[in-house]
């Protein structure tokens, strides 16, 4: 993917992490607070819900008083110990059994009222049917015979099966109990202060109220009134209240009929009911899911606007760096020719101006280096060149030289052989003075052109001699100028250094590209694409630099050659050839004296073929020396033969160096012609 496309996408993908996110804080947060709204809503409508049905319960029991203190009720029970069975009684019984009709009738929320003597039984009734009952055995009315004001555990109605209360007043005069009054109250009667109950307006909130023994008072679902409660936790808080644990209200999360519900609940002092608030958990933060869909309707808009302006803002930031990566893109194809059309990348002061920079100041570095290779290379070839024709000459010289030098052994091995045959008849001299002396003339003659050939040996040895040490004198000082020209070779090497110091440079600069990118965090990701392209090429140009490395050092091989290879030529020549020429000049002018003095004594053996006997073994001697000094004179000459050889061999050393230079720096050239100017 294109840094153009990851900008706006990044930015998208930012706005749509911090939208989730923030979504997410708001809703648990909203969700939180409308919990603890919830909860603190739900504890006080409760608590006042219970502060009313206490009040009412109250309320009843001013009523069931008042009751018992109607002058009619007290007569009632006075007669009903004075006159029981009289016409009296039974009037007093019916007059007080209407009035406590009227009463249940005009309360509305009684089940019947009644009036109780002090053995337990009912004297007087709304209901007629109950009157004469005994009911002594409910504990309401245990606790009114002991003169005690009383209110029931919640009882079923055996006339309507509905829940009621029994409250008492007991009725006493002067200290003595007569008796109690009493009021059935329907217990869903106190419930009406309770049914509309509303946690926030939810339209799942309800209360319900449970009796002491677990059944249900009051519950909007008409069916469950009655009937044993269904919520494990009010179960267990009834167990508690039948214990006589203090309970006190609390909160309580259940799962009912699939949906999590929260409900508040506390007990009704006195009569131990416990009222229950409860509401679905889901409905309660609506308002948070509400408000979180504001808020991601919001978001979304910003994040596509976000989105709009960051594709904008990306054309504009991987333009230039486009064209960057355009610019290295053509380095790396050696493309090195002066470009015009990215100038106005220089106006930039960040940093893909100073990536720039950086590339355009690597490609006139790579134009200086090359220019300099290119000419280096030149030097090379010409030396190389100049190198291969010396060697061509020395080569044709040290022909010559073997030439001369076959031709001074052909001599020496006719002179040997003349030695040997006048060794050879030495003994005969004795008896052929005379025959020799006759032929004096003839020797001198011979001895004459042996002095010739002497000196002309002579001659040619000391112009064999000079011409070696000019040929040895101009090869030396061509050899000096070449080799101190392969110095440029060296200088190569330096260049390729140089090359390399500024890769590393470059490696560097990218390096600190990606850092400061990499800082830049995602907005960076584009400079850390272009560090890593510069990169790659200041690589790609150390790959190219060490191999013309290797490809100068395999010049700088054949030049270290081709130097010791002419260093041993000049010191073979210096040592060897030049001192075997001055043997054989010294061997020639001692023959030309030895030749002289034969022509002499020729000339003079007539006049002294007397004295030829007594001087016969020094001849001898003489002839057997000379036999000698020619057959090392001989032998020097065979060495200075084979040393030409040797010579040629090493100028066809020195010959396949310089071929080697000449391969080495065309490739060197085919490696320059790459790159583009």
Not at 111 to 135: C, M, P, W, Y
Not at 328 to 351: A, G, I, P
Not at 466 to 484: F, G, H, M, S, T
Request: aromatic residues 6%.
């Amino acid at each position: 993917m294109r840094i153009k496309h990851k900008i706006p996408m990044t930015v998208g993908a930012m706005i749509l992490i911090t939208m989730i996110v923030a979504c997410t804080a708001v809703y648990y947060k909203i969700s939180n607070k409308l919990y603890s709204t919830s909860e603190v809503e739900m504890k006080s409508l409760t608590n006042k819900s219970i502060e009313t049905i206490n009040v009412m319960i109250g309320h009843e029991s001013s009523k069931v008083e008042g009751l018992a203190n109607k002058k009619s009720t007290v007569e009632l029970l006075q007669i009903h110990n004075s006159s029981y069975g009289s016409q009296i009684y039974a009037n007093a019984v019916e007059n007080v059994s209407k009035e406590l009709d009227e009463y249940v009738k005009k309360q509305g929320n009684l089940e019947h009222a009644f009036i109780v003597d002090n053995s337990g039984t009912i004297i007087a009734d709304s209901d007629r049917k109950l009157i004469t009952q005994n009911i002594s055995d409910r504990n309401y009315n245990k606790e009114a015979l002991k003169g005690k004001a009383a209110i029931s555990e919640t009882l079923t109605s055996k006339s309507t099966a509905a829940q009621i209360i029994v409250i008492t007043s007991p009725i006493t005069l002067n200290g003595v109990s007569y008796g109690y009054a009493a009021a059935a109250v329907r217990a869903e009667s106190f419930a009406k202060y309770s049914n509309n109950l509303s946690v926030g307006g939810s339209s799942s909130s309800y209360a319900y109220l449970v009796d002491e023994k677990g059944n249900m008072i009051y519950h909007p679902t008409k069916t469950k009134i009655g009937k044993p409660v269904e919520n494990d936790k009010i179960k267990e808080v009834v167990k508690k209240i039948q214990s006589g644990e203090n309970v006190k209200g609390d909160i309580t999360e259940y799962l009912f009929n699939g949906q999590q519900k929260i409900s508040y609940y506390n007990v009704i002092p006195g009569v131990k009911w416990t009222l229950v608030l409860s509401v679905d958990k889901s409905e309660i933060v609506s308002e948070a899911r509400k408000v979180t869909l504001v808020i991601v309707a919001i978001m979304l808009g910003i994040a596509g606007i976000a989105i709009f302006f960051g594709s904008i803002l990306s054309k504009k930031i991987t333009g230039p760096i486009e064209k960057v990566s355009e610019l290295v893109d053509k380095t790396s194809s050696l493309d090195l020719t002066d470009l015009k059309e990215y100038d106005y990348l220089f106006n930039y002061k960040d940093e893909i101006g100073d990536i720039f920079r950086a590339v355009v100041k690597m490609r006139e570095v790579l134009r200086g280096v090359i220019g300099e290779l290119t000419t280096v290379s030149n030097n090379v070839s010409n030396s190389t060149s100049f190198v291969q024709e010396l060697t061509g000459k020395l080569k044709t010289y040290s022909g010559e030289t073997s030439s001369e030098v076959e031709n001074i052994s052909a001599v020496m091995e006719e002179t040997s052989a003349t030695s040997e045959e006048i060794s050879a008849t030495s003994s005969d001299m004795v008896n052929s003075v005379m025959a020799m002396a006759e032929k004096a003339e003839l020797g001198a003659k011979s001895s004459k052109d042996i002095s010739k050939r002497a000196e002309q040996l002579m001659k040619s040895s000391e112009k064999s001699v000079k011409e070696a040490e000019d040929i040895y004198n101009n090869v030396k000082a061509e050899l000096e100028k070449a080799i101190e020209g392969t110095k440029a070779v060296n200088k190569i090497s330096e260049l390729i250094e140089g090359i390399l110091g500024i890769t590393d440079q470059t490696n560097l600069l990218a390096l600190n590209a990606s850092i400061e990118a990499a800082r830049a965090g995602e907005a960076g990701k584009g400079f850390a694409v272009v560090a890593d392209e510069v990169r790659k090429l200041a690589e790609e140009s150390a790959g190219t630099a060490e191999n013309i490395q290797n490809v100068v050092g395999a010049v700088e091989d054949s030049v270290k050659k081709l130097i010791n290879s002419s260093v041993s030529l000049l010191k073979f020549v210096e040592n060897t050839v030049t001192v075997e020429y001055k043997n054989i000049t010294d061997v020639a002018i001692k023959y030309n004296n030895d030749a002289e003095s034969v022509n002499e004594f020729m000339i003079n053996f007539s006049v002294i073929a007397e004295e030829l006997n007594v001087s016969i073994e020094e001849i001898v001697k003489a002839i057997n020396e000379t036999s000698l000094t020619i057959t090392n004179s001989a032998s020097g000459v065979q060495n200075i033969s084979e040393k030409s050889s040797n010579i040629s061999e090493k100028l066809q050393d020195v010959n396949e160096s310089a071929i080697e230079n000449i391969k080495s720096v065309e490739k060197l050239e085919k490696i320059i012609k790459e790159f583009k100017f």
